[in-house]
């Protein structure tokens, strides 16, 4: 028989270790994994590289500052580059869903490299009553924003599609829409990404401080402070635990917060726990420029550190990007930290960093990179085992990686909507050099080589 792909002699992860094994491909799906030689159409040479299942990035805003139908191009481009095989969005609709969910569907439809899925950002008791009809568009996973409210709710949602204009609402995330919110998608079997941090409390920190006239990305960390994420992540866990749903925090990069979260689990709340990137290699004690602003704050040295720990002890789950889609003329809008944009692009670099600061520096194994990236994700988010494994009859969803190619980061070598990159100029040492999505190549040595539109919305099944 001829197969469509095989991938040879590559160093293959899988949960128990590494293999070394012929990857065969055929219709889009592993078949199998083989050391016997294959007749097939199109052979992948993988000596001296390794293959690991597609990441998953569990956290991409894109829509927001250019309309979905173009930001799903420009995104889904660096994504591949970056050898992420799956993106999940955070969508933010200011109105029903009954009246534009589906026009985000459509709109993304034909658009995406790379395959992707959608939670539903909550804002208000409208929204909370429609969350069925999320579900029913197989939207299967909701967000709430617990830092957006009072003095401090003001946010861009997602521009209509073909739109050009930015959508900026101003909401109030009170506890009771996140308790009705926590309660419904419990009721639906989804479950609930939390943004931690106490709006009051923020509100009140960034009064002050700007009331001392204090400036620079140390005010903006303390004016939030760890303590007001502990006060939201408390909350929350007890209407996780009031109403058996399961709680997923997103971007967590404290110390303060993870020993919180670690106290609530010992209360019985069922918790999945992400953290991103940025939290790993800055802090406001190494970085100055505005371009590091982001909700939560990057914190300390201690803080990126103990991001590290946990990571390392598999007390993280999961490692998302908060990918921002944003532009330098918006994100340094102001003269000071506060008139700064929060957010900043990451999807294109976030293997890379955990390669060089992880895996290169022994910090983490490449099963640990494969579970934090992919696994974990997809079983979390009712993608496994299609997505997140290897296995037989699973998606031919797979990244090869050269742990040894080095290059340095620049703001255009992904190809997304953004002009600029944090990591600019930063040399890393492990890249992905092959991106295979369904079993077609869509990226190879930096080049996007797939077919705008082989990306599709996966389906998900309620945990």
Same mark, same amino acid.
């Given at each position: 028989m001829t197969y469509d792909t095989v991938i040879t002699d590559s160093h293959i992860i899988l949960p128990q270790g590494m293999v070394n094994k012929n990857i065969i491909i055929d219709e889009g799906k592993i078949v199998r994994l083989s050391n016997d030689i294959h007749a097939c159409d199109n052979k992948i040479h993988g000596d001296g590289l390794v293959s690991i299942p597609g990441p998953i990035d569990t956290h991409v805003h894109y829509g927001v500052y250019s309309p979905i139908n173009e930001a799903a191009k420009t995104e889904s481009h660096a994504a591949a580059i970056g050898g992420i095989t799956t993106m999940m969005r955070m969508l933010r609709l200011g109105d029903s869903f009954s009246s534009s969910l589906q026009a985000q569907v459509d709109a993304a439809s034909q658009n995406h490299y790379v395959d992707y899925a959608i939670h539903a950002s909550v804002f208000n008791l409208q929204q909370i009553h429609e969350m069925n009809l999320c579900v029913e568009k197989g939207v299967t996973s909701f967000k709430i924003y617990m830092n957006l409210g009072g003095e401090v709710g003001h946010v861009y949602m997602d521009m209509p599609p073909n739109s050009s204009q930015l959508v900026a609402s101003q909401v109030d995330v009170t506890d009771e829409i996140v308790e009705q919110t926590v309660k419904m998608a419990a009721s639906l079997g989804c479950p609930v990404l939390v943004h931690a941090e106490d709006y009051e409390s923020c509100g009140c920190g960034i009064k002050t401080a700007k009331e001392k006239k204090q400036d620079g990305l140390s005010a903006w960390s303390e004016s939030r402070s760890p303590e007001f994420e502990a006060k939201a992540i408390r909350t929350v866990s007890k209407f996780g635990r009031d109403y058996n749903c399961v709680i997923y925090f997103v971007h967590i990069g404290s110390d303060r917060a993870l020993k919180q979260i670690e106290e609530e689990k010992k209360l019985g709340t069922k918790i999945f726990v992400e953290t991103c990137p940025h939290y790993l290699t800055l802090s406001y004690e190494q970085q100055s420029s505005y371009l590091a602003k982001v909700m939560p704050p990057i914190r300390t040295e201690h803080d990126r550190m103990a991001i590290w720990r946990a990571l390392s002890e598999n007390r993280i789950d999961t490692v998302g990007t908060d990918h921002v889609a944003n532009q330098l003329k918006l994100k340094l809008g102001g003269t000071d930290v506060w008139g700064a944009l929060a957010g900043f692009p990451g999807i294109g670099t976030v293997i890379p960093i955990l390669l060089n600061y992880g895996v290169n520096q022994n910090k983490i194994s490449l099963e640990q990179l494969v579970r934090f990236t992919s696994?974990?994700?997809?079983?979390?988010?009712?993608?496994? #085992?299609? %997505?997140?494994?290897?296995?037989? &009859?699973?998606? $031919?969803?797979?990244?090869?990686?050269?742990?040894?190619?080095?290059?340095?980061?620049?703001?255009?070598?992904?190809?997304?909507?953004?002009?600029?990159?944090?990591?600019?100029?930063?040399?890393?040492?492990?890249? #992905?050099? %092959?991106?295979?999505?369904?079993? &077609?190549?869509? $990226?190879?040595?930096?080049?996007?080589?797939?077919?705008?539109?082989?990306?599709?919305?996966?389906?998900?099944?309620?945990?």
């Open positions: 696994r974990n994700a997809a079983q979390i988010f009712g993608m496994y #085992p299609q %997505k997140g494994t290897l296995e037989t &009859k699973s998606d $031919a969803d797979i990244t090869i990686l050269d742990l040894k190619k080095e290059k340095k980061v620049t703001s255009d070598l992904f190809g997304g909507f953004s002009d600029y990159i944090v990591y600019e100029g930063i040399n890393l040492k492990g890249w #992905p050099v %092959k991106t295979i999505v369904r079993g &077609k190549i869509v $990226a190879e040595d930096f080049e996007v080589i797939g077919r705008l539109g082989h990306g599709r919305l996966v389906p998900r099944k309620i945990n």
